[in-house]
Every structure is written in structure tokens, then in C-alpha cells.
């Protein structure tokens, strides 16, 4: 036995060396990657503002944090969180039919070329850069950051939509169409039952995303709670800047705890 262990191990490939040369070209990749990074001792004035940032969060404003009106955090909230949730919505439904068109196990390799082309044009531009194109379309508002927060869903929807797709076990198919089933009948009890686990899962880990996108593009005036945070901000009122991120961190840990529970309801079927 051990004969033949020193025998396998000795006819096993020997990869140290590239495992060496890949160490040693990652080692300088990060020494020269440290070279971009300039940093700059904390001033007593950038240290002030971080406590007076973290004192916010234990003394927030309690009339920001319970007004019912526009100005309030539970308004901002429910803006942020419509921002994000329409806009998931729509990227699912636009990136469902072009997932199906940008499979190459269901169509064409050409025609699936043009769609992934078109996916990975999408995924390209940061959410940022869409939000500051809109503001100038649409004005600043909330439809703006709709219109973001469903572009770049489609990007990325697409994509994980795609890998599902052509990870369909076409055996449950074939053997659907041998039994005389319709188009309909295939689609029904064939692609659906493999599909919805995986697109539902896709479409909750996105609205996580876009959650927190959402409150990133208001401080470009595309809606949501961003454009009030960095105002209070700019104004050093940091007790009322304490009460959106607190709003922000309840909301964020409850829209967590609610996916993880689909979560864990589709994995277990």
C-alpha cells in the first residue's frame, strides 16, 4: 500500500513551479496595485467628524425619524425601497425574454452572440454614470432612479437568467415531447418547475443590490434617501444624519432577513 502511494505520488504532476510563478506574479500585482494607493494621515478634524458621525447614529433626530411627512425617514425609506423594488421588477421582466433569446442551448449560437453582446454592453456602464444620464433625461426624481435601478437589473438578471437556462436537463423535455405533450405542457411541467427556484432567488438578490444602489443614486438627485443624507451631511447636522442611517440599517437588516427565509423556503422546496 504505501508502495503504491509513493508510486502515484511520484507520478503526479509536478505543479510547484507554476504554483510558485503564480504567487510571485500576484505578489507583484499587489505591491504595484499599493502604489496607486496614496494615503493620507487622519487630520484631528477628519477624526472629529467620525465621532461626531457615530454619535449621530446612538443620538438621532427623533422628529426626522418618526415624521409621517415627506421629510421624514419612513417617507425616504418607502421611496428608496419603491425605487429599488420597481425597478427590479422591471429588469426581470425585460431580462426574462431576452435570457431565453441569449441561450445558446435554445437558439442559434449567432443570434444568442448578439444577445450576450448586448447583456455585457449593459453590465458595463456603473449604476452611477446611468443615474447622472437619466437625471438629464428625466430631470431629478425618483423616475430617474426607476429607470437606473432597471437598466442595470437587466444586466446582471440576464446574465444569472442565462446560466439557468442553459443548465436545463433537456432529458425532462424529451421525454415530455415523446409523451405527446403541447409547447404549452413543456413549458408548464418541464421548464418551469427547474427554472423558478433560480429566478426567484435571482430577482431577491438583486432587490438587495438595488436596495442599497438606490440610496447611492439619490445623492445624485435620483430619488430616495441619498440626497437627504448628504445634505445633512453638508450641513453637519449629524444627529439627523444618525437618524437616516439608522432608518437605513433597520430597513437593510429587515429586507435581509426576509430574503434569507425565501431564500431557505426555495432551497428546500
Sequence with gaps: MEQRIQKAYASAPKTWLWQLLAAFIVACLLAW????VQTSNPTSNGLEVAGNIISGIFHPSAKLLFTLGTNGVPYLLLETFCIAFLGT??????SLPLSFISASN????????????????IR????????????????????????TMSLCSIGMVSKMFIESIEDLDKRILESLDAAGCTTFQKIRYGILPQLTADFTS???YRFDMNLRDATVLGLVGAGGIGAP????????????????LLGLIVL??????????????????
Design 33 to 36: 496595485s499599493g502604489t496607486a
Design 89 to 94: 421588477i422591471v429588469g426581470a421582466v425585460i
Design 202 to 204: 435571482t430577482i431577491i
Design 106 to 121: 435554445l437558439v442559434p449560437k449567432p443570434l444568442a452572440l448578439v444577445g450576450r453582446i448586448l447583456i455585457a454592453a
Design 124 to 147: 458595463t456602464v456603473p449604476a452611477f454614470v446611468y443615474g447622472l444620464m437619466f437625471i438629464r433625461v428625466t430631470g431629478p426624481g425618483p423616475f430617474a432612479g426607476l429607470l
Design 229 to 244: 443624507l448628504i445634505f445633512a451631511m453638508s450641513s453637519y447636522r449629524w444627529n439627523e444624519v444618525g437618524a437616516i
Design 252 to 269: 437593510v437588516l429587515i429586507i435581509e432577513w426576509i430574503s434569507a427565509k425565501i431564500r431557505v423556503k426555495l432551497a428546500r422546496g
